[in-house]
């Protein structure tokens, strides 16, 4: 059984385009009313989580991540305080 991941990226002041482009080959895109945008993805185990953690190509796509966007908790965006949390698509599977 894998493992749902979801994970949400608030652009630094000018970088709105930024996070956008560094998804746009691998995951399915979503967007929050404030600007943040979220991706969903699964992995294939926990083991593989740990993996590619340890990974320099996933430790690179990381750092260019961090470098136009800082990685935020699902609870700060105004959806998820809604019972059903609603979110407009951005992109749909690329995959």
Known sequence: MGR???????????????????TKSTCRSFGATDGTIFEVFEWKS???????????????MCGRYS????????????ESKNMFAEFEPIIPYAI
Request: charged share 20%.
């Open 4 to 22: 749902f991941v979801i994970v949400a990226y608030r652009p630094y002041p000018g970088e709105e385009e930024r996070p956008l482009e560094l």
């Open 46 to 60: 926990a083991e593989a989580i740990a993996a590619a953690h340890q990974n320099p190509v996933w430790q690179a």
């Open 67 to 78: 470098e136009v966007c800082e990685c935020v908790s699902l609870e700060n965006l105004n």
